[in-house]
């Protein structure tokens, strides 16, 4: 059973020092694990039918389309987006002669001094800054799980705003790794079909979700939205193959867009944590469980939830 524990309130929303008004925030992590529930249910019946790894990387990408549709729904409702986003994004992919940009370099006059969010939007664009080493954009490269190479996000250092942001990868490109993390995750359910269950503190089982979940970050597929999609359909395909619903690190999008592969591996390795089994009645799913906050390490998200 997913909860909202899985979903602890990114720094990146905290603009600012009010705890009163990150507590209003903490709302969307119910939204989330109903989502999470119901797109595990959808998962756990078309595996239960699925009899080649091929079929099992369908049933997670069915998954992974049912995710992406419940965000178009809830900002169709006019709940949980920024003001003045334009609800056709959450739904509206990504053109393939097209890329997506979002910035790292915090912009001070959004956030209240000393806010989680400005620390964190600040941390992580020196983290970009010093991967940068003085050059004009970098570009990240993906290893993917048979040793073969493909580009990811660019890194890029404007030189007249003084900022850094990163662009989406190529379209053929964050096809190819969409596809290669549906792979990853059913190779993961191949596993626990002939073994039983498998153990989430595997050192080599948890290595090959982090593939998993770095591909699927680089590949982000819609205009808007992206963050939650990846967040909640990740927290279905651990609950799914582990049988253990975790938390993700915070910042786990730009985790992998500023940091690299093997930041990205550090960061999972360190955050990626592990939930107790939660209480089966039926309303504890989405409501008592109150997600909690990370500890000293400040982790967000970047893409607009």
Do not use: C
């Not at 910035?103 to 600040?122: F, H, K, M, N, Q």
């Not at 080493?133 to 993906?142: D, P, T």
């Not at 379209?171 to 059913?186: C, G, I, M, N």
């Not at 593939?211 to 909640?232: H, V």
């Amino acid at each position: 059973m997913i909860t909202a524990r899985s979903f602890p309130t990114p720094d990146l929303l905290k603009r600012t020092n009010n705890p009163a008004a990150w507590d209003q925030l903490a709302g969307f992590a119910q939204v989330q694990a109903a989502e999470a529930n119901a797109a595990l249910q959808l998962l756990s019946a078309r595996l239960a039918d699925a009899g080649s790894t091929a079929e099992r990387a369908a049933a997670f990408e069915a998954a992974f389309r049912h995710v992406s549709d419940w965000r178009y729904e809830v900002a169709a409702e006019q709940r949980w987006t920024r003001p003045g986003s334009d609800v056709e994004e959450f739904r509206t992919a990504i053109e393939p002669d097209n890329a997506r940009i979002y910035w790292i370099t915090p912009s001070v006059d959004e956030y209240d001094p000393g806010s989680p969010g400005l620390l964190l939007r600040t941390e992580l664009d020196q983290v970009a800054r010093d991967r940068l080493m003085g050059h004009s954009a970098l570009q990240n490269v993906v290893t993917l799980r048979d040793g073969r190479t493909i580009n990811g996000n660019l890194l890029n250092r404007s030189i007249y705003h003084f900022g850094v942001t990163t662009e989406t990868a190529a379209y053929a490109d964050r096809e190819v790794l969409r596809q290669a993390s549906f792979e990853t995750l059913a190779e993961l359910e191949t596993q626990r079909a002939d073994e039983g269950r498998l153990d989430p503190h595997d050192p080599e089982l948890r290595q090959k979700f982090t593939d998993a979940a770095y591909f699927l970050i680089q590949a982000p597929e819609m205009k808007r939205g992206s963050d939650a999609i990846m967040r909640t359909f990740l927290v279905t395909a651990h609950t799914q193959v582990f049988d253990a619903a975790p938390v993700l690190p915070q910042a786990i999008d730009l985790d992998g867009m500023v940091r690299g592969q093997q930041g990205f591996n550090e960061v999972m390795q360190d955050q990626l944590r592990v939930l107790p089994p939660a209480k089966e009645s039926g309303p504890a799913a989405t409501g008592p469980d109150r997600a909690p906050q990370d500890r000293a390490v400040r982790r967000t998200s970047g893409m607009e939830r």
